[in-house]
């Protein structure tokens, strides 16, 4: 399974597909469908959240899926695969990937991230794990726990990170130099000329594209954004 899902994914583009439910597009068929269209884009790969999307996309499309589980606790600002219930229902899909917050943060119950991981990592050996980070540090935490891929998921996201020029390049390329796990660009990629100059970074693996592709509402907002700021223009075309 490791071999395939690195193999499929390498130098490629894996999208996002994820509505929440105060969202539009909230709904697993939409999902799917937004994931058949990425894979007829080019996309390798597709990143999911909930047992019931994961399962609508696979209808669609066979390419690797990495798998989450947004679930907020009141005891933990953790909320992507928190806790080992997450993980169990991830594991029943068959998803390639599962992912989670890797961050320092205290997880529910008040569980580090070692204590954690190490629970599962022993409860599920063979299962490949993508630890979602924000810091230097994390990630090479993350490394020597057993995670089997490293990502920048959560950098801008985390109070010390918070006002991170995104994408991280800084800690992308000290990912890519410094850890031998696979390393994989998320958060922040908003043009095709970002994405391809972040494989100009020697050794990243792959690269994970979410809001700029499938949220169109966020897209919406970043034009609106756009016109706000510069006003009116006298040459646009109709």
Not at 135 to 146: I, N, Q, R, V
Not at 204 to 214: N, Q, R, Y
């Amino acid at each position: 399974m490791q071999r395939d899902f690195l193999t499929a994914t390498k130098g490629g583009l894996i999208v996002s597909c994820q509505a929440l439910e105060e969202e539009p597009l909230h709904s697993s068929y939409i999902m799917s469908r937004m994931a058949y269209a990425a894979v007829s884009g080019g996309a390798c790969g597709i990143r999911a959240n909930s047992v019931e999307d994961i399962r609508e996309i696979r209808k669609t499309v066979s390419v690797p899926m990495i798998g989450i589980i947004k679930k907020d606790y009141p005891d933990s600002e953790v909320y992507i695969t928190p806790a080992m219930n997450e993980v169990d229902a991830l594991m029943k899909t068959g998803v390639d990937v599962i992912s989670m917050d890797a961050t320092n943060r205290v997880r529910p119950g008040g569980r580090t991230l070692t204590d954690f991981f190490t629970e599962v990592r022993r409860k599920y050996p063979d299962q490949l794990f993508m630890a979602d980070c924000a810091t230097y540090e994390e990630g090479c935490l993350a490394e020597k726990l057993g995670f089997d891929i490293v990502s920048t998921t959560l950098s801008g996201y985390t109070r010390e990170t918070r006002g991170n020029q995104l994408p991280d390049i800084a800690l992308i390329k000290r990912y890519c130099q410094d850890l031998k796990v696979p390393v994989i660009a998320e958060g922040g990629i908003w043009s095709p000329e970002v994405l391809a100059g972040l494989f100009e970074i020697r050794g990243l693996h792959a690269a994970v594209i979410g809001s700029a592709i499938t949220r169109p509402q966020e897209i919406t907002k970043r034009f609106v954004q756009a016109l706000n700021d510069g006003g009116p223009n006298e040459n646009t075309d109709n």
